[in-house]
């Protein structure tokens, strides 16, 4: 199994204490506490936008990505299925902005998770108390990496030296943009800054090529928009979400119970799949990925959620 952790903890409503060196130092009780553990699986169920078991179709082909970073716009918590989305318990809400014209989720304000950091941490006392069925997340970001084939470089990329064969399989860095409207700034994907300076729409990705071939060192950058996001809601018929949102929705196998007055930490782990969640058109059937051939992304979405209570 290809497992990705990551980790990132947010530590909400610091107590300064001061003292002289003649008072005896205490120390304070420790504040129980909701954390939120992510973990990217590739061996996870593999969804629809419906929340149903889907295989690739035929003509297209995809592949598990090696994720590195993950971007969440928004987490929140549902006592069922019929609780509109509005009404749900926030977590967390990152800033939207006005500064590339229309509303946009601010990219640099997001939870970023990585593979050092993976869990989000906040006092119970933020959450309101109640029994809980079900947990939503808004995926603003993500970014790993893919393996592509350069076939088609011989034409497609300038400088390619003669008689270096082309059929040659490289990793790639993708950053790709999953809420339905993001103000960017600039991003780095591996080595290369990419400077936007104002909003994409849902589905804009860069991917980045370095190496070296033969002695020909390939710097290439990519920017493009995949037409579908995948974004499973399994309670979609009693508690839609907005359109674009990339609001991922998944059901405690039993439901989740904070108590008033909570006086011990609870533990959640939220597996997020990632299950052949990088898809193109596969022109000629060969399940390699070949950008230069012409084959283009066609979903980038996630693959499911899956939030469980732990010890």
Not at 145 to 156: D, R, S
Not at 218 to 232: D, H, K, R, S, Y
Request: glycine share 10%; hydrophobic share 35%.
């Amino acid at each position: 199994m290809k497992k990705t952790n990551l980790i990132f903890t947010m530590f909400l409503g610091a107590v300064l204490l001061s003292c002289s060196s003649e008072e005896p130092t205490t120390n304070p009780e420790p504040v129980p506490r909701l954390n939120i553990t992510f973990i990217m699986d590739n061996e996870a169920e593999r969804l629809d936008n419906l929340g149903n078991p889907v295989s690739v179709p035929e003509g297209n082909a995809a592949q598990d990505p090696d994720f590195e970073v993950l971007g969440l716009h928004f987490m929140g918590l549902y006592p069922d299925k019929f609780t509109p989305y509005d009404e749900g318990v926030t977590i967390t809400s990152t800033a939207t902005t006005g500064s590339g014209g229309a509303t946009a989720i601010d990219f640099n304000s997001e939870v970023f998770l990585n593979e050092e950091i993976n869990t989000f941490s906040i006092p119970l006392s933020y959450v309101a108390s109640g029994t809980y069925e079900y947990f939503r997340a808004s995926i603003g970001y993500q970014k790993y990496k893919i393996v592509y084939n350069l076939e088609g470089a011989e034409t497609e990329i300038p400088d390619w030296p003669d008689g270096v064969d082309d059929n040659i399989d490289v990793d790639a860095t993708v950053g790709s943009f999953l809420g339905y409207n993001t103000y960017i700034g600039n991003y780095t994907l591996d080595k290369l800054t990419v400077d936007v300076n104002g909003n994409k729409a849902q589905g804009y990705f860069g991917l980045e090529t370095q190496g070296n071939i033969n002695g020909f060192v390939l710097t290439q950058l990519t920017q493009g928009n995949a037409p579908q996001t995948t974004v499973p809601n399994p309670i979609d018929d009693t508690s839609p979400v907005p359109e674009g949102s990339c609001v991922v929705t998944g059901q405690f196998p039993s439901a989740l119970v904070i108590p008033a007055n909570a006086s011990e930490d609870i533990n959640i782990e939220v597996v997020i799949s990632i299950n052949q969640s990088f898809e193109w058109e596969d022109g000629n059937g060969n399940g390699k990925y070949e950008p230069l051939l012409g084959e283009s992304v066609v979903d980038m979405g996630t693959r499911g959620v899956f939030p469980s209570v732990v010890d």
